[in-house]
């Protein structure tokens, strides 16, 4: 996988100067340029939210002395900062480079989860498969063993892209649980609040659903949930596991009772979380797939986003193979997987591929961008905080119109396109700025019932600071409204968001503005499926190319 840019972020060489400064001095032995070189590869890697180096691959940007890979590994087999027990270094099968930190927590999550996928739950039977398609007709075969397989196991994880009934049949497998015993305690999650309410919405709202950072009760650095106080349920459903780091997966575990079942869903293909160690990728390396064995369920009929969206999705999910995405080369334009199927678009399609020079943003964005913010002035300068039903309309036109960028900076990065829209009014504090402004929580807030990266909207007359509201929540669920001043440094414009702070959102129309740049297959796969009915794709020239 690759950061969102291609490019490592700012404070990734000075972590590499520091490291190689500070560790051979707390192990006592002088700095070495190669052991050297090996951090920053390292540190590079952990800026793009990945774990390791290949030694048996290409050498990677940090490495300038000649002899890579062998002068490097000849170098490790002799450091102590590669030394079992205490080196801060480990190489693993003689190629593969990590932080031993990561090293033995990845060992111990996937362990772990392996372990669980490998007992089978004390409770009630699910009926045998001979049963299953009279209980649940309307699944296909693979969906049909997907239930089944939450019977059998402690844990079940179920994949599958955007339309290929994860969540239809994630109902039946709860469904199924609760029969073979209605006592069962069951509780829904997701990494981000959007996420954990399209879930709640999508299985009938009836089933506790939260955050998986609430669920736990994240206080910043630490959990208020663990081994010594575990959470009081026998089944567990995880959405968007895709997201989901090797440090939260493991509080998660050591939270989770040992008798508890545990249905982990996602689509390998999205993007990885942000912060190291994407667990789900981790589970397609063949090791642990086969270990999975039966308790892993993958899901492949799709049942909606169909058109020319669905192709491209499809196009760009066939060139991902198992494990981290390939970074297309430097300078190419990272839709050459999918050219043909875009150059074969028709006017009529449900994606559209036009090509705009930056810096300039292109009218396409901008003009239904700015439609989109009229039409939501309209609705919330005049909004009451005790008005639901228009608040809950106003929610809904929200999730009309997503417009994604990988980047926050440059020409066509999310401070740009919030520039051109709100010019000035970006430097006075957020409480004056225009009504319907989409308003991004950039932390996690339990007290408020907020989570990183939930939307909500800003209601309210500019001319009366202490009515201002800003209203949370998705249609149909819990809205919300706190005043700004009760987010203050906590809360940002999101006109449009990066395509990473997207993840688990889904909306009628998406607009996405790919900048020049490396990019990979995964980025664009996610971006474009966040479309329910349209999507717009908005390139620089490539076609000449």
């Known amino acids: 996988m ?127 498969a001979g049963s299953s398609a009279a209980l649940h007709p309307k699944l296909d075969e693979r969906q049909q063993q997907a239930v089944l397989a939450v019977g059998r196991h402690g844990l079940v994880l179920l994949e599958g892209g955007p339309g290929t009934g994860k969540t239809s049949t994630v109902a039946a497998m709860i469904a199924a649980a609760q029969a073979s015993d209605p006592s069962l305690r069951i509780h829904l999650a997701a990494p981000t609040g959007k996420a954990a309410a399209r879930l709640r919405s999508a299985t009938g709202g009836q089933l506790p659903c939260t955050t998986l950072h609430r669920l736990l009760e994240s206080r910043g650095s630490h959990y208020g949930r663990d081994r ?90 066939a060139s991902l193979e198992p494990g981290p995405s390939a970074v297309v080369a430097e300078g190419a334009s990272p839709i050459a997987s999918i050219q043909a199927e875009l150059a074969a678009l028709a006017p009529g399609d449900n994606l559209r591929w036009i090509e705009a020079r930056p810096p300039l943003l292109p009218p396409e964005l901008i003009a239904p961008l700015r439609l989109q913010q009229q039409r939501l002035r309209e609705l919330a ?82 001319a009366d600071r202490r009515q201002r509201r800003i209203v949370f929540g998705s249609p149909g669920l819990e809205i919300a409204p706190v005043h700004p001043a009760q987010l203050a440094g906590a809360v940002e414009a999101a006109l449009a968001l990066t395509v990473h702070k997207a993840q688990g959102s889904e909306a009628r129309q998406v607009i996405v503005l790919l900048p020049p740049g490396r990019s990979d297959q995964r980025l664009l796969y996610t971006a474009l499926t966040r479309a329910r009915e349209q999507a717009l794709l908005i390139t620089p020239p490539i076609r000449a190319q």
């Open 381 to 462: 300068q005049n909004c009451d905080p005790e008005d639901g039903a228009t608040q809950a309309a106003l929610l809904a036109l929200r999730d009309q119109l997503l417009v994604l960028t990988p980047v926050r900076q440059g020409p066509w990065g999310l401070e740009a396109i919030h520039s051109s829209l709100l010019g000035e009014q970006l430097r006075r504090p957020p409480v004056d700025w225009p009504a319907g402004t989409p308003l991004l929580c950039t932390r996690n807030l339990p007290d408020l019932g907020l989570a990183n990266g939930d939307v909500g909207i800003l209601i309210g007359s500019a």
């Open 228 to 317: 010594r106080r575990p959470l009081a349920l026998d089944l567990l459903v995880v959405d968007e596991v895709s997201m989901v780091d090797l440090e939260l997966m493991e509080a998660l575990l050591e939270a989770l009772p040992p008798s508890a079942r545990l249905v982990l869903v996602g689509d390998p293909a999205q993007l990885p979380p942000i912060a190291p160690g994407p667990v789900l990728l981790e589970l397609q390396q063949p090791p642990w797939r086969q270990r999975l064995g039966q308790a892993a369920v993958t899901l492949s009929t799709a049942y909606r986003n169909s058109g020319a969206i669905a192709a491209v999705a499809a196009a760009l999910r």
């Open 2 to 128: 690759s950061s969102a840019a291609g490019q490592a972020p700012n404070w990734a060489p000075a972590l590499a100067a520091a490291l190689s400064e500070a560790l051979p001095r707390l192990h006592g032995v002088a700095p070495d340029p190669l052991i050297s070189e090996l951090i920053a590869a390292l540190s590079d890697a952990l800026a793009r939210g990945e774990l390791e180096v290949d030694l048996a691959g290409p050498a990677p940007e940090a490495i300038h002395s000649e002899g890579w890979p062998q002068a490097h590994r000849q170098r490790l087999a002799s450091s102590p900062l590669a030394a079992e027990p205490d080196g801060p270094l480990v190489l693993v099968a003689g190629q593969r480079l990590l932080w031993r930190r990561w090293q033995l927590q990845r060992q111990r999550v996937l362990t772990t989860l392996i372990a669980r996928s490998q007992w089978q739950p004390a409770a009630p039977q699910i009926p045998a």
